[in-house]
């Protein structure tokens, strides 16, 4: 997407044009991360005055319960000595602030932890580095395949909706693969593109209807296929955090989100965030294939409380003035709220074939701290 680096913000018009069209993986990945105008690469989208919100950045206990949770994994790896502590698109770092202030608690695997953080934008390195300053040192890479051989615990959240996701559209009795094209008067729209069969492992049972859209991941795919060639010399667990949809369905879920608000998908690239829920049946069909364990998906409400949210809700409350205990009490609430981030948002984790299910996706585990 060289041409994207000298262009200006409002060129989809232009690159349409030119290429007569472009399919959603390709939209995606050129509004996203493309060189120049990627909204990843171009200032610091998160928090309350970018365009959304996330977790780690609701609650300090989101990264706090995940730092409990990796050790735990950690010492069901058999608390290896070294290990990779990685983290798929850290935002502004505040998720690793969290899990290693968490990690005190356990100085040996602080002390074995060696932090790698994959990320494309330089604005956020830069953030990620402040936020980490005086907890460790991090090593950055662009892409999950620069990390070294070693044994690794991985997280991602809200990492694997912004992965370029192709659409396939039922018409007429074939499926196309979605693309982005210029209709009579020169505007970008969706069209049904070329004829192409979607894979197989995400087909729903139901027959498709005219017009269903089905979700494909390619990047996601790519990316468990890695971490199960990783797993067959070092054990591997990666926890994915997102919003998205457990059960094999039809359905559009391309969004834009600009300033908290959706806004039309189509927009010039780089000025506003897309994404997609992300298929967790797609990602476990992955797992298998990739020669990994997944676990069962939790809605972020259930994994959150069995780790102990109450708990440690209370706990900081104990230490806290009336103001910040408010504050305290609604960003916990924002987690679990089945109307707010508890039930969208889902937990899976994928391990290496050897290890057990990590606590609370085995289904017996209720972890109280
Ligand atoms: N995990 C963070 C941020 C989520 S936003 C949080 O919860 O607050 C998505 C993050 O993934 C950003 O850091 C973004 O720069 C990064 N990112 C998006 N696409 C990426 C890609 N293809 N490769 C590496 N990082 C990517």
Known sequence: ?????????????????????????????????????????????????????????VSQIFGELIGVWMMMVWEGMGCPANFILAELGPGRGTLMQDVMRAARAKPAFRQAAQVHLVETSSTLREAQGKALRSLCRPEWHES???????????????????????????????WYKRALTLDDN??????????????????????????DILEHCPAAVDLIGEIGSRAKNAPCTLLITDYGYDSRDYGDTLQAVRAHNYVDPIQ??????????????????????????????LPQSEFLMSLGLEQRLRRLMTDADEEQRAALFLGAKRLVDPFQMGS??????????????PPPFSPESRVIR
Do not use: C, W
């Open 1 to 57: 997407m060289d041409e994207m680096s000298t262009s200006p913000v409002d060129n989809l018009t232009k690159i349409l044009s030119d290429r007569g069209s472009i399919s959603v993986a390709d939209y995606m990945a050129l509004s996203l991360t493309a060189a120049g105008v990627g909204y990843y690469k171009n200032g610091n989208p998160i928090g309350a005055n970018g365009d959304f919100v996330t977790a780690p950045e």
């Open 344 to 357: 969208l948002f889902k937990a899976m984790a994928i391990t290496s074939r050897h290890i057990p299910p």
């Open 186 to 211: 020169g505007r970008p729209f969706f069209a049904a593109g070329r004829l192409a069969v979607p894979p197989v492992e995400i087909m729903p049972d139901r027959t498709p209807n005219e017009g």
């Open 144 to 174: 999950f395949t620069a990390l070294p051989e070693a044994p690794m615990i991985i997280v991602a959240n809200e990492f694997f909706d912004a992965l370029p996701t192709e659409q396939f559209v039922f018409q007429g009795g074939s």
């Open 268 to 297: 010039p690239p780089g000025t506003a965030d897309l994404s997609t829920h992300v298929n967790f049946a797609e990602l476990r069909a992955a797992a298998g294939d990739a020669g990994l364990t997944p676990t069962r998906v």
